[in-house]
């Protein structure tokens, strides 16, 4: 059964750095794109970024030039970097993997950004 395990989140103030990971189990993560998600309160979930098998990245307009999304194959472990954090980031993180066009989730982690 593929489980994902988020962790990493927080408060931080607004121009702060967090880290988020992602750990994956029950999968061979290596042939899989991984994507973070987030949701605001009152609103839908929407793509952050993506990473491709090989490294290739994606990332929503918002988070281009702050947010970096990597992957650790051996730890099968994605992480979202996040920098110059503003109020508008506060939301739950979601991580995700779609397998067999099945969507995988894990319990999200949240981030608040606030002074």
């Known amino acids: 059964q593929v489980q994902l395990v988020e962790s990493g989140g927080g408060l931080v103030q607004p121009g702060g750095s967090l880290r988020l990971s992602c750990e994956a189990s029950g999968i061979d993560f290596r042939p899989y794109p991984m994507a973070w998600y987030r949701q605001a309160p009152g609103k839908q979930r929407n793509l952050v970024a993506t990473v491709t098998a090989n490294g290739g990245t994606y990332y929503t307009d918002s988070v281009k030039g702050r947010f970096a999304i990597s992957r650790d194959n051996a730890l099968k472990t994605v992480y979202l970097h996040m920098n110059s954090l503003t109020p508008e980031d506060t939301a739950v993180y979601y991580c995700?993997?779609?397998?067999?066009?099945?969507?995988?989730w894990g319990q999200g982690t949240q981030v608040t950004v606030s002074s």
């Open positions: 995700n993997v779609r397998v067999d066009l099945l969507n995988f």
